[in-house]
T-cell receptor, first 115, second 116 residues
Framework: GAVVSQHPSWVICKSGTSVKIECRSL??????MFWYRQFPKQSLMLMAT?????????EQGVEKDKFLINHASLTLSTLTVTSAHPEDSSFYIC???????????FGNGTRLTVT | AQKITQTQPGMFVQEKEAVTLDCTYD???????LFWYKQPSSGEMIFLIY??????QNATEGRYSLNFQKARKSANLVISASQLGDSAMYFC?????????????FGQGTRLTINP
């Protein structure tokens, strides 16, 4: 079946540094990918929609300059957390639709800890 | 705007019993899809079952079935013969057809615990 690969699965970084998370669709093309954030014991909250070849669409309240999204190809989207702070510590998970109303395929997520 | 509501923060069920997880939704879209995902402690999102708004029959996938009541805007998940491995967070989600992106909106989730 279709697979979405997300890397890294976990990362620890110091405050003020930037962290890049990659999301790849392995056997299908994804013109759109979605980035979610999940705090402990909470639901997944959509951060932004990544669009291949154009700018990402951010949800209300999500800082564009802090969470940089690049959708460079039909199989790769990246999320860069810039100048990370401890409050950015969270579980970030990407997903991609195969088309129509097919289920979204999710990556395995990235647990980010900012010290 | 679309909204998904799961009113059960936690559920405790004896092994082998059936369990129903509640989900209600709100949308102005005529065409939409409803999904259930399971999230174990590892964090991965596992797709369980899908129901289209125009599907006349309730969806079933093995031990999972979706009790779809369109007029009531509810899409409850029924797990039959529960197993210890069913213990996890369960999320109901919706995708609409307007606004193009077909983004998935999630409910708050229900933590299901299966007791031996």
């Amino acid at each position: 079946g279709a697979v979405v690969s997300q890397h890294p699965s976990w990362v620890i970084c110091k405050s003020g540094t930037s962290v890049k998370i990659e999301c790849r669709s392995l056997d299908f093309q994804a013109t759109t990918m979605f980035w979610y954030r999940q705090f402990p014991k909470q639901s997944l909250m959509l951060m932004a929609t990544s669009n291949e070849g154009s700018k990402a669409t951010y949800e209300q309240g999500v800082e564009k300059d802090k969470f940089l999204i690049n959708h460079a190809s039909l199989t790769l989207s990246t999320l860069t957390v810039t100048s990370a702070h401890p409050e950015d510590s969270s579980f970030y998970i990407c997903s991609a639709p195969e088309g129509g109303f097919s289920p979204l395929h999710f990556g395995n997520g990235t647990r980010l800890t900012v010290t | 705007a679309q909204k998904i509501t799961q009113t059960q923060p936690g559920m405790f069920v004896q092994e082998k019993e059936a369990v129903t997880l509640d989900c209600t939704y709100d949308t102005s879209d005529q065409s939409y899809g409803l999904f259930w995902y399971k999230q174990p402690s590892s964090g991965e999102m596992i797709f369980l079952i899908y129901q289209g708004s125009y599907d006349e029959q309730n969806a079933t996938e093995g031990r999972y079935s979706l009790n779809f009541q369109k007029a009531r805007k509810s899409a409850n998940l029924v797990i039959s013969a529960s197993q210890l491995g069913d213990s996890a967070m369960y999320f109901c989600a919706m995708r609409g057809s307007i606004q193009g992106a077909q983004k998935l909106v999630f409910g708050q989730g229900t933590r299901l615990t299966i007791n031996p």
